[in-house]
Structures are given as C-alpha cells and as structure tokens.
C-alpha cells in the first residue's frame, strides 16, 4: 500500500511512522523544507498529568508509552521520562494537588503529592523560599521539538520505502487519491491523509468549510543554560486553570482565593518549563484566541514568567536568548482528542489536537491507521 502524508509536524511524522512501520510505502509532503509549525516550536512535554479522565488520559497514555519505545529507536529526538513537578505556594493550590490525588485515575498518571522538602530532593534547583510542595506526576516526559521531527525522518529514510518531498505545497485533491502539488506534479496513492496543522484556509477550507477546530496563539521563550540541572519539568499552579482533570471545587475556590496579576490574567498565562538538551529552559506561555492575532510579542506575559520563575528558582534568570509564538489547531469541542475526518474518497483529514498534539500524536496516528486498516 502506498501512503501520501501531507504535513511534516509531529502528527504527520507520526502517520507516516505507522504506514512505514506497518510496511507500507510513504510520499511525505510539506510545504517548507522541513517542519515549521506548531511541531517544532512547542515545549516538547508529553504531558499525561493534566488530562481528562478517558479517552483523553488513555490516548495520552498511550502515546508516553509509544514515545518512550520510539525514543529507544531514534534516540535523537532525546526522549526523557523525567516526570514533572507543579509547585504549589499556597493552601489553595495544595487543595487543588490533593483532589487530583484524590482522584481514581490518580496512579495511572503516576500522581503524588510531595512537601517542600521532598520536592527539593526531586528537583534541587527548586530553591525558592516560596515552595510550599508539589504535585508530581511520574508519567509526564520530554522530548526535544526541534530536533524530534527531523531524526524521525531520518529513521523512516533507512526504511527505504520513505520519500520525503519537502518544499512542496499541496493545493488540490485531483480525484481519487491523488494531489498535485505546486509544481504541478500529481501524486497517487491508496490513501492519503492531510495532517496540515493550524493551516485550516485554502485546501483545508475548500475540503471541509465548517472544520469544528479554532487555532490558539502562544508566546514562549528560551534561556541560555542554568547551568545545573533542571531534573524535572516544571509547572505553576496557574497550569491547574488549563488542564481538565483540576476541574473542580477545589479549583473554583482557588481562583476565587486569589486574583491573578494582570499579565497573567490578560494574556492567560501559566508556567511550563523544561530543560533543553544543552541546558537551556523553554519557558512558556500565553494563550490568545480570538484572530486576527498580534503579529508581534509583547513583554509583559515574559516579565510575569520569569517573575514567576526566579521566585521557584530562588536565582535570576539566565539571560533570555529567544522568544517566539506559534499556534496551534484546537477541536472547539475541546474535550475531543483530534479532529479526523474522511473528506473524500480514501482522503482523511487529522487536526486540531490542541495543547496536547506532541503528547498525544503517536497514539492519534496508530489509531488513524488502525481504524483504515493499514
Ligand atoms: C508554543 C506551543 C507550545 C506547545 N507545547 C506543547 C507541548 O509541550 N506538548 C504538547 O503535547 N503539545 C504542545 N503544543 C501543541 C502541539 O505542538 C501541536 O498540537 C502539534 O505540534 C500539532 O502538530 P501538527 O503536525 O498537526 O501541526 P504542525 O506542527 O503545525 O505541522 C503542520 C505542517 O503542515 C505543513 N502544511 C500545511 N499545509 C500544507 C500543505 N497544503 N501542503 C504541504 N504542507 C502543508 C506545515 O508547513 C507544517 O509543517 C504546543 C503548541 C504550541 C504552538
């Protein structure tokens, strides 16, 4: 069977990992030379710990296990299973930790509440005088964005049945099957399947005109190294406000404790953070939905952040070397894990995983492919 993936991003590397793996023959088509999107300016977190119950959680789940055996293969896209720890400074943030604790799945997600002590002894350069303790969640991991795609697609080429056709636009379904691309070459295939990203104008648009799927803005950053280790990736309890499974009472009543500072309630932000290979920290981020967005960054969300982090790190910041924003394609209905749709014959459309497209994309392709009987 011969495949056609449009999209170089983590969900299209994905599908084509399973065709090739499957052994099917994969075409491999991306507009630019390599991966530009969301793909490769995320934090890189496959994040289980925030999840919602069910579909959600078990995809996540799945998919930390498929990148873990991945990251053995390709050990270039530096998997770590190096958990996280959400820091809590207040009684009302620790009522938060506890709940989810509480809650049934809490072991799956390798939950546990940690004091201050034992969240220094996890994370040592969590020094700041405000840790009151953490929750810690065993399953989260990293991977590293900029690099994973690319060594990826350097292991699917030692398959010899991978062609990698990068530079290329698709702009047209031509029949059954087959696109053409902009250079007026058509390509064929048994099925195809467009993994485009946050690009939902033009082809997208003219394929499926009512897509349930928004895009979302985020701003980010980068450090020079720490210059020690950053043994976990680490989270604010701000983060509590954006992942379903601190839904709750205990949530509502921490909000309603304490007001957030301006920046952060503006530009929606929360602390994630995790340490790049050559020691750096990916700092983030915000989130802005209504479009047309800012095509500039604005400062105050960063000053907030790294507020927020010099107080966990008791330290100043290592000097900020880059900053960015990237969007990514969000299911309106947000508790849908991925937006797959047939949008003709033998032709399937695969967005809109949202905040957790690198967590989840293994297990989203594997199910692609298992529900087209690849
Ligand atoms: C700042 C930021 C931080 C994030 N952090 C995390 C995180 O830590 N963990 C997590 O789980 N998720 C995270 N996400 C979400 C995650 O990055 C996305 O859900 C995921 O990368 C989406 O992958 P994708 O392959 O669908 O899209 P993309 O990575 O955007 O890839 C789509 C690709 O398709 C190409 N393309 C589009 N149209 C065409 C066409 N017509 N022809 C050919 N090629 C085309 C584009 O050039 C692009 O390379 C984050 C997102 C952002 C923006």
């Known amino acids: 069977m011969r495949v056609i993936v449009v999209g170089a991003g983590v969900v299209g590397t994905m599908h084509a990992w399973h065709a090739i793996e499957r052994g099917h023959e994969v075409v491999h088509i991306e ?3 390599e991966a530009r999107g969301a793909s490769v300016r995320n934090f890189g977190l496959v994040w289980v710990s925030g999840r919602a119950g069910g579909e959600e959680l078990d995809t996540a789940l799945r998919a930390r296990e498929l990148w873990e055996a991945i990251g053995e293969r390709v050990p270039g896209l530096g998997f770590r299973a190096n958990g996280s720890l959400t820091v809590l400074t207040d009684p009302a943030e620790l009522a938060v930790a506890e709940a989810a604790a509480a809650r049934p799945d809490a072991a799956a997600r390798g939950y546990a509440l940690l004091t201050a002590e034992e969240t220094r002894a996890a994370n040592p ?17 990293a991977v590293e964005p900029r690099v994973a795609q690319r060594a990826l697609k350097d292991k699917l080429l030692e398959s010899g049945r991978y062609t990698f056709l990068g530079g290329r636009e698709v702009r047209e379904i031509t029949g059954e099957r087959a696109v053409r691309d902009d250079h007026g070459d058509v390509h064929t295939a048994d099925a195809v399947v467009l993994c485009t990203g946050a690009w939902l104008g033009g082809l997208v648009k003219e394929l499926a005109p ?8 985020l701003q980010m950053m980068q450090t020079d190294p720490l210059g020690e280790a950053l043994t976990t990736s680490v989270a604010d309890a701000d983060s509590f406000r954006y992942y379903p499974a601190y839904a ?3 949530l509502d009543a921490m909000a309603a404790a304490r007001q957030q500072p301006p920046a952060a309630a503006e530009h929606r932000a929360q ?3 995790v340490q790049r290979a050559d020691g750096g920290l990916t700092i983030g981020d915000t989130h802005e939905y209504d479009a047309p967005f800012d095509f500039d960054v ?8 790294a507020g927020v982090v010099e107080g966990l790190l008791g330290r100043p910041l290592p000097t900020v070397r880059r900053r960015w924003a990237g969007v990514y394609a969000q299911c309106t209905d947000t508790a849908r894990v991925v937006h797959r749709q047939r949008v003709r014959d033998g032709v399937w459309l695969v967005t809109g995983p949202g905040g957790r497209g690198m967590t989840c994309s293994p297990a989203i392709a594997e199910r692609t492919a298992n529900e087209l009987g690849w």
Do not use: F, I, Q
């Not at 009512?210 to 803005?217: G, K």
């Open 125 to 141: 350069a969590l020094r700041g005088s405000a840790v009151l303790g953490a929750l810690h969640c065993e399953r989260d991991a």
């Open 248 to 250: 709750g009472g205990a």
């Open 271 to 273: 602390l994630l953070m």
């Open 298 to 305: 604005v400062e105050d969300p960063y000053e907030h952040l």
């Open 31 to 33: 507009r630019e030379a």
């Open 210 to 217: 009512d897509l349930p799927v928004r895009r979302v803005r």
